[in-house]
C-alpha cells in the first residue's frame, strides 16, 4: 500500500482516471468496509486504482476541540485496517484551519480534479465535505456532471435497523457494550502503541506483560480482561489484555498491559527484538471486570484461570 502526504504539492495525477473515496473512516467498521470495497471493485472493473482519502486529524479537533471525540483509529491503525483490505492508494489530507476555510467546489476542483483526475466517486450516503460541511450529494451530482466524473452514492449498512456509525461505536464501547461495537466494527478492535518500561511486576507474579502507550486521544475498550491477538515484529501471538488500574496493589493509574502466550519463548520466535517498539493489540473478546483481590495470591489464581480461558477462546476462534 502506498501512503501519499504530500498530495498539495505532487498529487497522483500519474494513475489514469481513478476511482475515489473519502471521509475520516474512524473505526472503518462495516459501514466503511463496504464502501471501500466497493471502491475496489470498481478500480478492478475500470483496470485503474482504488484511492481512499482521508483526514488527519480528526476535522473536529480543528473545528471544534473541545467537541473532538476520542478515537476508535488513529491514523496509524486507520492505515492498517485499510492495508489489510487491500486498499492500493492513501492520500492523507492534513486538515487544518485553511483546508477547513476551502468551500465545496474549490475541494472537488483543487483536490479530486487537479490532484487526483478523478475518474468515479464513491461517496457514502451521508457525507459531507467542504466549509461548514456545506457539500452534499445534491452539489456533487451537479459537479459530477460540470467535471465530468462518475458519482456512486453508498447507503448505509444498518445493525438492529439503524445504520452504523463511529458515534454509535463510541456509545456501545463508553457503556461497558464491547460485543456490540464489535459486531458494528465487523471485527476485532485494534489498540496500536509502544512498548513502554513497566515495574516488573507481572513477572514476579509469573505473569510477565508488555506495557503500552498510547495516543491520549484513542478510546480504549472498557476497563478488565481480554482475550486478544498481539502483533510485534512480523507475528501475531495470543494473549490476554489488561485494561485498568490496579486496585488490589493500591494504583489508581490507568495502564494498558498484555501478557503473551508462552512468553519466555516467544521473544526468538517472534523476532521481538528490543527496538520493536510498535505493538498492536487486536481485542477479540471481553473475559471479565477488573476486579480487587485480597492478596496477591489469590490474583495469582485468578490469573490462571484467565489464561485457560482465553487460549480456549483463542483456538476457536481459529
Known amino acids: 500500500m502506498n501512503v501519499h502526504y504530500d498530495i498539495f504539492e505532487t498529487g497522483l495525477i500519474r494513475y489514469k482516471k481513478p476511482v475515489v473515496t473519502l471521509g475520516t473512516f474512524d473505526g472503518v467498521h462495516l459501514g466503511h468496509r463496504g464502501l471501500i470495497e466497493k471502491v475496489l471493485k470498481e478500480a478492478k472493473s475500470r483496470s485503474t486504482r482504488a484511492v481512499v482519502l482521508t483526514f488527519d486529524p480528526h476535522p473536529r479537533v480543528v473545528i471544534s476541540p473541545n467537541e473532538a471525540p476520542k478515537l476508535l483509529t488513529t491514523l496509524v491503525e486507520k492505515l492498517k485496517r485499510f492495508d489489510e483490505m487491500g486498499v492500493e492508494e492513501v492520500a492523507v489530507l492534513r486538515f487544518d484551519l485553511n483546508l477547513s476555510e476551502l468551500d465545496a467546489v474549490s475541494f472537488v ?81 485494534l489498540v496500536s502503541g509502544e512498548r513502554v518500561a513497566g515495574k516488573g511486576r507481572g513477572r514476579k507474579l509469573g505473569f510477565p506483560t508488555l506495557n503500552m502507550l498510547t495516543a491520549e486521544h484513542k478510546l480504549l475498550p472498557p476497563e478488565g480482561v481480554y482475550a486478544s491477538r498481539v502483533e510485534i515484529g512480523r507475528r501475531r501471538l495470543g494473549g490476554m489484555t489488561y485494561i485498568g488500574t490496579r486496585p488490589t496493589f493500591g494504583e489508581s493509574q490507568r495502564s494498558l498491559e498484555v501478557h503473551l502466550f508462552d512468553y519466555e519463548t516467544a521473544p526468538q520466535a517472534a523476532g521481538l527484538e528490543k527496538n520493536s517498539r510498535q505493538v498492536h493489540i487486536y481485542t477479540e473478546k471481553y473475559v471479565r471486570p477488573n476486579i480487587r483481590f485480597a492478596s496477591p495470591e489469590e490474583l495469582i489464581k485468578q490469573l490462571k484461570k484467565d489464561e485457560k480461558n482465553i487460549r480456549k477462546l483463542l483456538r476457536e476462534d481459529l
Not at 452534499?136 to 451530482?141: E, N, R, S, T, W
Not at 461495537?181 to 478492535?189: H, K, N, S, T, V
Request: hydrophobic share 35%; charged share 30%.
Open 109 to 189: 476542483r483543487q483536490i479530486l480534479i487537479k490532484k487526483l483526475d478523478l475518474g468515479k466517486l464513491v461517496i457514502g450516503y451521508d457525507h459531507c465535505f467542504g466549509k461548514d460541511r456545506s457539500g452534499g450529494i445534491a452539489l456533487l451530482k451537479k459537479l459530477s456532471k460540470e467535471f465530468m466524473f462518475d458519482l456512486e452514492v453508498f447507503g448505509p449498512v444498518r445493525y438492529r435497523g439503524e445504520p452504523i456509525s463511529s458515534s454509535r461505536i463510541r456509545q456501545a464501547l463508553y457503556g461497558g457494550e464491547f460485543g456490540k461495537a464489535l459486531e458494528m466494527l465487523g471485527q476485532d478492535y
